[in-house]
């Protein structure tokens, strides 16, 4: 089934080629349950790990993601350090030239200590205060948070 087109290289996008493996599959179920916000920040987030001459492996990002998902349970906190951990790194590469990807979860771990409530859990409203949304970024989320039947993912 085709979606639309890829906005970088204009070639078509399949459902099929999207979930050909298995992590692709899972990381795309992964995504689809999380709140929009929460999809768009570790989107951002575990592309900081992909190497600049290739493509990050959704072996890999299933693994990131699921780091990710083990810190916290409350959403708005975990937005918050993912969106400030971006930023941060993605500022620091520009003043130091430096692109070398991330190879760990240190510097996340500490922006998240420092929120103030992150290890308390949220009920289930998932309601953000903070981390605005980009409106590239809500789209692609909002697309895989739409997803209502993941069974294809089991």
């Known amino acids: 089934m085709k979606l639309s087109r890829c906005p970088v290289c204009h070639h ?63 959403h708005s906190a975990l937005c918050q350090a993912l969106d400030q951990t971006t930023v941060q790194i993605k500022q620091n590469r520009v003043q130091s030239g430096d692109s070398k990807p991330l190879s760990n979860h240190n510097y996340f771990k500490k922006v998240l200590t420092s929120i103030q409530g992150w290890d308390q859990t949220q ?20 697309a895989l948070s739409n997803t209502t039947d993941t069974s294809w993912a089991k």
């Open 12 to 74: 078509h996008i399949t459902l099929e080629s999207l979930v050909q493996d298995e992590s692709g599959r899972e990381l795309m179920a992964l995504m689809s349950k999380l709140p929009t916000q929460v999809a768009s920040s570790c989107l951002s987030y575990i592309a900081l790990f992909r190497p600049a001459k290739s493509d990050l492996n959704n072996g890999r990002a299933l693994r990131l993601m699921a780091d990710i998902m083990a810190y916290n349970a409350n």
């Open 123 to 142: 009920g289930t409203s998932h309601a953000l205060i903070s981390a605005p949304a980009q409106s590239s970024k809500q789209s692609v989320s909002q």
